[in-house]
């Protein structure tokens, strides 16, 4: 029986499941990109002469999401601790009994799952990014529209100065680029081929030449040192993900405090949306506080990711390594929600210059 | 669309959605626990005469997860941020134009959601206390069949002086002790109707009585200040689930460092389970493994809680709210699937006295 | 020398060494305790018969934090790896040879250090439970002078009904009432004696009896498993503070959000303080930034704690039970200064109804 | 009154203020840095016209960390919240009234709080990298001695397949050098200048030029838009010290398992260090636990770090600012210890070839 009954078993799938990542992160897309390392260590294989190109074909043809039962491999995962062992015997008989000796030559499961999670992680990091570039554009709207509107600065949630709604724009412009960049850089995590020492002798003389070109054909670069326990890279992707998380978090909140009714210079304008179970006259900021809701669960989960990648044993980790998934899945999640709500966010908000204006002529007569 | 097509959308549901709470925490789950607090508020307002006896069993009979659609109560919560503004037109509808006004009348959003939080925190820690229980009582039966094993004592990774397992069985069973009892005590949380203002006057002048009847039929503490902004009761489940899952967590430890193949002194015994894709020869403690990897969600989720519940705006917060749920759900869920594992380690363990034994005489002739 | 050259070598010492916390976690403090749990031990020991009442009598003459250098014993833990180890040979050479055997007697460094720890943590709690609880007398009187004030309440940021401050004002009495008592409750962990297997066999026949007697004279609840790798204390006090620092970060931003100038319904009004480098006319709420900018470092530290908690090998953490001491240092210490900062802010906070009375007939004339 | 009497006030500064960056990171260096900044920005004002070359002058004169009072500085900033507020009037009064009017010129308090921020942790980031590339060359020297010592990989604590002690040093390598390049490349975050209201216009025409000129002086590189309110370089900041200290966990804990007395490939060899107050026999690898004590700190501290990055208000946060100070030092000062603690590991570290043919004989004898 799968673990939960229902197809949306999450609750509160609004705030964390938004946006292109759900897709990119789900059992289908994990199993896939398990296969696709698979397929591509053979095919690297062949290249060097290890396999006969007969067998990476046939490989190539098995490695098909479409061929394999999703559900059952995601249960059975519970039995050896990852998704690896559970596809194995199902990859060969599809493979059948002429190359099943060519499947997964060489290789330890975390060569596998490892390049299955660089490969979740680089397609989530070019969505979101997108996602937080189509968000850049709106703001550029903006700011080109009202970004002259004299409004007062507010420092320490005091009236500081005058200036305008540049100065919102501009930061926000900046820290979108930033979280973009940096989603796109630090999500390309090198790959590696360990075995089941993690010092490669598994893969024989042709060793460094098949991690090259399995990290080619997975379009990721390539380690010669497998990081079975050397997890920086998990480090390197929980760093740019909270980055990422936390610009979204601060400009939710720039509209969460702009859209107080006792500031009011801009609001969501969406029919339907920001209603109220008791009070039918407000216009709740919702996109706003569901992308703040959603980015301030990545503190926590970089954090979990950092003591993971700090707590393993030796050439492999007894739950550390385990422990990555479900919070790398979680950050991944997170992080792309809030991108989305926020996206969504801008592009309801309407800026009221007029406000702005009696906001800072009220500012002025305290002086 | 519902946001994940598939029933086994979590890749990783075996590490974090096994045992009890997945069942306690799903969507359905947590409509029925909006729905009980629903008819509970009416039967108190009826109980105290503020509606009729009537509207009261209408709404009651109304109140069944049955006869609403989960799934799209879930999606729409994307709409107003909650769960309980798109189950109210539903609720009315069902009970009827005669009775609608009386439903979640004086109430606020917010006094329902905490009040069905609260009951789903309510299961989980009476479910997972018992499955911690259970694993005290296995850990009772390893001491009874083998405490008085003599066996070395190891701090720091060092050998120290012979003791016997019993120390070990004894640090087990105090911790789940500990565990179970912070579950069971702080997972009482109360609740509070505070309306629109949060200082509940639009309950009229049965405000009291009403929040009394409330919680009683919850079978919860009440709180005379309902506590929309006042966020300790979060922190207070935060804590205690928090540390039930650091005591499993170095449970789950200790299984695995005496499990290394240099130690030996116990083993998970577990036909089919603990494979390796590499290495047949291996026999992983897989369930241990996978308690810690689960356990070590908790400390990341607990600070997100902390955080949040010190981040709230005035009398509702715009986000920080929103972020306790997946964190909460997060929390309750992994902590659950540690305790499951951990009994199922229990289950399985095989402890070696011989082993001990020789490690012990090896660990004497160095002196 | 000593790792830092100057008295005030903590830049940010405003922000985190306040209040009383700082004279009670200083390494003074923390020597101090070690010697006084080492003197109970010795007199509890006496109490048994295990060791003669002059040589308690020596050792509690000895167990004097004016008769050892600190800075030395601090600086020498680095190379056994706790406070202890350095103390020992001073101890013993204070205490004279006739009696120097009976010092630490079957004692091991971990039960003393816990001890300690908890002897720190008990008066820390008490002092911040205090402080809480002055800041519920000045809360009290705002209440009393203020309360009926009419205001609108606010959520998500927006105008919701018309209130009272007293919503406000109950709502952090309750807070202020909910984190002491966790304070008081959690800060009075179980000391036991396991001796260097952690079984405490060492102590002999009396282990039960002694420990009793040592925790009686410390003031604190007796556990008769030590639990030098059962950290559900450390837990446990963890959450407590991180319970806490949660009430005093949310009613900081009340504060903050309050005072904001589009608010400014109240105002910390305190003569020298919340200047600006270059708005002369701002006045800050320094007091309640600084005591978010404090309680902000909690859940951080309760995190690290948690995992430490849930990490440590077997009998004896090797790096997990040593890193409980900086963080539960920084969470005392940054919870009690935050503490400290509330109660300055709300010593300072001037109430302007006439404000209130004007935003909320704003408000209405809005619907 | 300072707030701690003891020049030794860190009871536990032998594990988290060793190495180069507390002397980097005191009270005396945040100030000189904040002295840095203010004779920067009249050197680049001078530079472009906007004062005369002869205030720079005296401003540079003025800016000597000997000639102001560090500790009144520190303690005052309790008054205005930040260390700016009261060093101004003390720098104004050196200067004198010829060109005190020259002194922060169109600045802010962030405007060189952040700066001196970035030079703190620019100073860190190379000494650290440093340190962790010392260890490099310590282990390169354990690889050229040791590295092809036959011995078993050990993957989820069971023995999996021989490998050599190269995969051990290898993986050290490797980490240590991503760790390094991480420290090098985000501790240069870029400075900017904004002004009281955060958009520069109180640079007038020159700002650009200026901000420009200031970075370079400074030796960091330049951001057009002053990010007050853009706090990703705080994040980047704290991802990679976060990486850093993952790794030295990681080898940390490498180094205590090696060493467990059941498996005895390595040990720390060093007299004096080590020691135990009840077992004199054991050889405890201190200097690994306390790189893993110390490193252990850092997950948590980033998750507060990006906490605070999206926590911030508008133009400038109340609190959320305020709270990265304590939070960024610690993380420089545990990550920095944990470096220094690793290197004294690595250099400790004695190799066993004949346990570890042993351990590894012993393996293969049970298949």
Redo the contacts between chains.
């Keep these: 029986m799968?673990?939960?009954?229902?197809?949306?078993?999450?609750?509160?799938?609004?705030?964390?499941?938004?946006g292109p990542v759900?897709?990119l992160?789900?059992?289908?897309?994990?199993?896939a990109a398990v296969l696709e390392a698979e397929a591509a260590l053979a095919a690297a294989q062949a290249d060097e002469g290890v396999v006969p190109p007969a067998a990476a074909d046939a490989i190539a043809a098995a490695c098909d999401v479409e061929r394999v039962d999703?559900?059952a491999i995601?249960?059975e995962?519970?039995?050896?601790?990852n998704?690896?062992?559970p596809l194995?015997p199902r990859l060969r008989a599809l493979v059948g009994d002429e190359h099943a000796g060519a499947v997964?030559l060489g290789?330890?499961?975390?060569d596998?799952v490892d390049a299955a999670t660089a490969l979740v992680v680089h397609r989530c990091g070019d969505a979101v990014a997108a996602v937080l570039g189509d968000s850049a554009r709106i703001v550029a709207g903006l700011a080109a529209d009202r970004g002259d509107a004299p409004m007062i600065?507010?420092?320490?949630?005091?009236?500081?100065?005058?200036?305008?709604f540049?100065?919102?724009t501009?930061?926000w412009?900046?820290?979108l680029a930033?979280?973009a960049a940096?989603l796109t850089t630090a999500s390309r995590s090198p790959v590696g081929l360990g075995?089941?020492?993690?010092?490669g002798?598994?893969f024989g003389a042709a060793h460094h030449a098949v991690v090259e070109r399995f990290a080619a054909r997975l379009g990721l670069p390539a380690?010669p040192?497998a990081?079975?326990?050397?997890?920086?890279g998990?480090?390197?992707v929980?760093?740019?993900w909270?980055?990422a998380?936390?610009?979204?978090?601060?400009i939710?909140?720039?509209v969460?405090?702009?859209?107080?009714?006792?500031?009011g210079e801009v609001a969501e304008a969406a029919p339907?949306?920001?209603?109220?179970?008791?009070?039918p006259?407000?216009?709740?900021?919702?996109a706003?506080?569901?992308?703040?809701?959603?980015?301030?669960?990545?503190?926590?989960?970089?954090?979990?990711l950092?003591?993971?990648?700090?707590?393993?044993?030796?050439?492999?980790?007894?739950?550390?390594?385990?422990?990555e998934?479900?919070?790398l899945?979680?950050l991944l999640r997170?992080t792309g929600s809030a991108a989305q709500w926020l996206h969504t966010s801008l592009g309801r908000l309407a800026v009221d210059p007029a406000r702005m204006a009696a906001?800072l002529s009220r500012?002025q007569e305290?002086?």
Tied chains: 1, 2, 3, 4.
Aim: no cysteine; proline share 5%.
């Design positions: 799968s673990p939960s009954s229902s197809p949306s078993d999450d609750p509160f799938a609004f705030l964390t499941l938004t759900p897709r992160t789900s059992s289908r897309a994990w199993v999703v559900a995601v249960e995962a519970a039995l050896g601790g998704l690896v062992i194995l997964h290789a330890t499961s975390q596998i600065a507010r420092t320490l949630g005091q009236h500081a100065v005058p200036t305008t540049a100065t919102v501009d930061r412009s900046d820290g930033e979280a940096a075995g089941p020492s993690g010092d002798r598994s380690t040192v990081r079975h326990g050397q997890r920086s998990t480090a390197a929980a760093g740019a909270g980055l998380a936390s610009v979204i978090a601060k939710g909140l720039d969460v405090l702009l859209a107080q009714d006792d500031v339907g949306a920001g209603g109220s179970s008791s009070m006259h407000k216009r709740n900021p919702v706003a506080i569901s992308a703040r809701a959603a980015a301030m669960q990545a503190p926590g989960l970089v954090a979990t950092l003591h993971a990648a700090g707590s393993g044993e030796l050439e492999r980790a007894a739950g550390a390594w385990h422990a998934w479900p919070a899945n979680g997170a906001n500012s305290h002086r």
